[in-house]
C-alpha cells in the first residue's frame, strides 16, 4: 500500500514537470527583451510583427524596445534589463556593425544571453550565443548577377545605398561589387545613402537625375525596396520609364515590391525573410537549456522577377 502511493506521488509529479519542460523549449513564461532598431522601412515593421507575434503565439512575454535608429537607445535599452535583472535574454537587431562590446560583456557578466538578429555585429562571437540572418554578401550578388544577365554586361549603376556602417548595406555593397567587378562594361557611376528610407531613396535618385545625364544611367541598385519605389517615383517624374529606361534591382520582397513588379516598374527583388523570431527563440532556448548553438543560423531567400515564382515558393 505504501508502495502504491508513491508511485502514485512519482507519476503525479513527473505529468507535472512533462508540460513545464515543453514550455520550457517552446519559450512559454520566459521574458525576453528584444531591441529593434526602429521602423525606417515596410521589411522592419513587417520584422517586429512577426518577432511579436511569434513571441505570443508562445507565451513569451516579450520587453519591446523602438530605437528610432539610434544605437545609443539600444545600449540604453539593454542596459536596463541587465540592471533590472528582469530578462532571461536578449534579442538583438543592431542598427550598425561597431560599437557592442561593453554592452555586451555587461550582458554576459550578468549571465543573460544575447541572439543578434538580421544585421551583424564585429564584436567577438564568444560574446553572443549565435545570429540569425541572411547572408547579406550574397544579396548583393544576387542582385548583380541579374542585372549583369539583363545588361549583357554592359551597365551604368546608380546604387541607393543603406544606412552606412550597417551590415546590411555594407555587406549588400561588396557582394554587388565582387560580381561586376568581374564585368568591365559595369560601373557603379553615383552611390548615395538614403538610409533604407523611401522618402530618402526619391530624394536621393531626384538629386541624381539632376546631376547626372538620365541617358547615361542604366540602371538603379536600391540597398532596399523601399529605396527603390522611392526612386521609381523619382524616375516617373523626371517624365522617364522606371523598369524600361532604367532598370532597378533591390532587396527585401515586400509586398509593395509585388506592386510595382506587377505594374511593370521595377524589374527585381532579392528576398529578405522577416521570420527571424521563431529561430532566435529557438536559439535562446537551446542555450538556456544547455544545448550547443551554432555561431549563425541562416535565413534563405531568392531573387524574383515576378509575384507569381514569389507566391509559388511561399
Ligand atoms: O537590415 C535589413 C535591412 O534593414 C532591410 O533590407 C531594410 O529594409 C531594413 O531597413
Not at 114 to 139: A, G, M, Q
Request: proline share 4%; net charge negative; hydrophobic share 45%.
Amino acid at each position: 500500500m505504501r508502495n502504491i502511493k508513491w508511485i502514485v506521488l512519482v507519476v503525479v509529479i513527473l505529468s507535472m514537470i512533462a508540460p513545464m519542460a515543453m514550455a520550457q523549449d517552446s519559450g512559454e513564461g520566459l521574458t525576453i527583451g528584444f531591441s529593434q532598431i526602429g521602423s525606417e522601412s515596410a521589411w522592419r515593421t513587417a520584422f517586429t510583427n512577426a518577432v511579436k507575434a511569434e513571441a505570443e503565439a508562445r507565451g513569451i512575454n516579450l520587453l519591446f524596445s523602438d530605437a528610432q535608429q539610434e544605437q545609443e537607445n539600444q545600449i540604453a535599452a539593454m542596459q536596463a534589463w541587465i540592471a533590472q535583472g528582469d530578462v532571461d535574454a536578449i534579442v538583438l537587431a543592431p542598427v550598425v556593425v561597431s560599437g557592442w562590446d561593453v554592452v555586451l560583456e555587461e550582458a554576459r557578466d550578468a549571465g543573460i544571453p544575447v541572439v543578434i538578429v538580421d544585421r551583424n555585429v564585429d564584436s567577438d562571437p564568444s560574446l553572443y550565443v549565435t545570429r540569425v540572418s541572411s547572408d547579406f554578401v550574397h544579396e548583393g550578388r544576387l542582385a548583380a548577377a541579374w542585372l549583369v544577365q539583363a545588361t549583357s554586361g554592359n551597365c551604368n549603376i546608380v546604387e541607393l545605398y543603406g544606412t552606412v556602417g550597417s551590415a546590411a548595406a555594407e555587406d549588400r555593397a561588396t557582394g554587388f561589387r565582387e560580381v561586376i567587378g568581374m564585368f568591365s562594361g559595369m560601373e557603379i557611376i553615383a552611390s548615395e545613402t538614403g538610409n533604407f528610407v523611401r522618402t530618402e531613396g526619391k530624394q536621393v535618385m531626384e538629386s541624381i537625375l539632376s546631376s547626372e545625364d538620365p541617358a547615361n544611367i542604366c540602371a538603379v541598385f536600391a540597398h532596399n525596396d523601399d529605396m527603390a519605389i522611392g526612386a521609381v517615383e523619382a524616375i516617373k517624374e523626371a517624365g522617364l520609364v522606371p523598369a524600361e529606361d532604367i532598370l532597378i534591382v533591390s532587396v527585401d520582397a515586400i509586398p509593395d515590391i509585388f506592386d510595382s513588379l506587377d505594374a511593370g516598374e521595377v524589374n527585381a527583388t532579392v528576398e529578405l525573410s522577416p521570420f527571424m523570431g521563431g529561430p532566435a527563440f529557438d536559439a535562446a532556448i537551446a542555450y538556456l537549456n544547455g544545448e550547443d548553438v551554432p555561431k549563425w543560423i541562416p535565413v534563405g531567400g531568392g531573387l524574383y522577377t515576378n509575384r507569381a515564382d514569389y507566391d509559388a515558393t511561399h
